[in-house]
T-cell receptor, first 113, second 112 residues
Framework: AQSVTQLGSHVSVSEGALVLLRCNYS??????LFWYVQYPNQGLQLLLK??????LVKGINGFEAEFKKSETSFHLTKPSAHMSDAAEYFC???????????FGQGTRLTINP | SAVISQKPSRDICQRGTSLTIQCQVD?????MFWYRQQPGQSLTLIAT?????????ESGFVIDKFPISRPNLTFSTLTVSNMSPEDSSIYLC?????????FGPGTRLTVT
């Protein structure tokens, strides 16, 4: 079985500051890990994915995440926050490729001018 | 990638009625998924729909309440039956496209 815990339901950073959104997972099989972003009143957009290749994954909009098996973590980072990054971010895990995703509870990111 | 559309985008329904949500994909896909996102919550998988077979439901979801059709490789419907206010949620469909799941824009349902 798989599960995801996102630490912090709400994160607030200043524009230009580092963004760090935390995700820890539990999986009984080698995991596939994903980060999605949801803007208000929209569906989910895939930011990046880990599929057992390189442990440092680069995604869209300047985001990246590092898979750390020893820490069972897949934290999302961006060096410099933009106002347009304000949204809800979801971490998800699967043991079957991109099927049967299990989502974390989400982290709402607020960017302060 | 895949482009997914859903109809309706939102609806307000009376309790006890049913609503059918449509999901259309611009490419042929084997697997489609239906999720529920309750207000302020994360996404929960309702069922997996393969073309030509019965949908597979997750624990806590039953076919009588959420019947699903999958008549071809680009289309699926989800019906929310005998609705109650607790069914007020965003319902999203998604497709598996080579180690990536793409999501539709969602249907925002309010039950009064």
């Amino acid at each position: 079985a798989q599960s995801v815990t996102q630490l912090g339901s709400h994160v607030s950073v200043s524009e230009g500051a580092l963004v760090l959104l935390r995700c820890n997972y539990s999986s009984s099989v080698p995991p596939y890990l994903f980060w999605y972003v949801q803007y208000p009143n929209q569906g989910l957009q895939l930011l990046l994915k880990y599929t057992s290749a390189a442990t440092l994954v680069k995604g869209i909009n300047g985001f990246e995440a590092e898979f750390k098996k020893s820490e069972t973590s897949f934290h999302l980072t961006k060096p410099s926050a933009h106002m347009s990054d304000a949204a809800e971010y979801f971490c998800a895990v699967s043991g079957q490729g991109a099927q049967k995703l299990v989502f974390g509870q989400g982290t709402r990111l607020t960017i302060n001018p | 990638s895949a482009v997914i559309s859903q109809k309706p985008s939102r609806d307000i329904c009376q309790r006890g009625t049913s609503l059918t949500i449509q999901c259309q994909v611009d490419s042929q896909v084997t697997m489609m998924f239906w999720y529920r996102q309750q207000p302020g919550q994360s996404l929960t998988l309702i069922a997996t729909a393969n073309q030509g077979s019965e949908a597979t439901y997750e624990s806590g979801f039953v076919i009588d309440k959420f019947p699903i059709s999958r008549p071809n490789l680009t289309f699926s419907t989800l019906t929310v039956s005998n609705m109650s206010p607790e069914d007020s949620s965003i319902y999203l469909c998604s497709v598996d496209f080579g180690y990536e799941q793409y999501f539709g824009p969602g249907t925002r349902l309010t039950v009064t």
